[in-house]
């Protein structure tokens, strides 16, 4: 195995544990409810992204020969391992996400049932709707 090839797997494996840090930064963002943050973060995560993107086109070039040492296996298997981590923290983030709309949508539902309890219709698809209701219909 040559150096470069190492080397290109070691990059490989800092880029995925600073995703993995961002991922946990990501998290406590999205539940603090800090949206300026979230986005500078998110801006830095899709570069991050980019570089992960690029340096696995890199290792897929790399011939057999080039990949097969003892190192190399044990850098793989690192980064599968990260990889994995990775997913695993992209979906709690995403579950995190989900509830925080969910409880957006709780709220907006109260906020419309206070602000007009006799107006308050529902949509075809069952969701509360301030409106009038009769729509122009007279007696």
Do not use: F, W
């Amino acid at each position: 195995m040559t150096t470069s090839s190492v080397s290109l797997l070691e990059q490989q494996l800092q880029n995925l544990e600073q995703l993995k840090t961002l991922l946990d930064n990501e998290l406590k963002l999205i539940s603090s409810r800090d949206p300026e943050a979230l986005i500078d973060l998110l801006k830095q995560k899709q570069s991050l992204l980019d570089q992960i993107q690029q340096a696995d086109q890199k290792i897929a070039n790399l011939s057999q020969e080039q990949l097969a040492d003892p190192d190399a296996d044990e850098l793989k298997t690192a980064i599968e391992q990260r990889v994995d981590d990775c997913k695993y923290l992209t979906e709690i983030n995403a579950k995190a996400v989900e509830q925080g709309q969910l409880r957006l949508e709780h709220l907006r539902n109260l906020i419309l049932e206070a602000r007009s309890k006799e107006s308050m219709t529902y949509n075809k698809s069952g969701k509360p709707t301030s409106g009038s209701r009769g729509g122009g219909v007279k007696a």
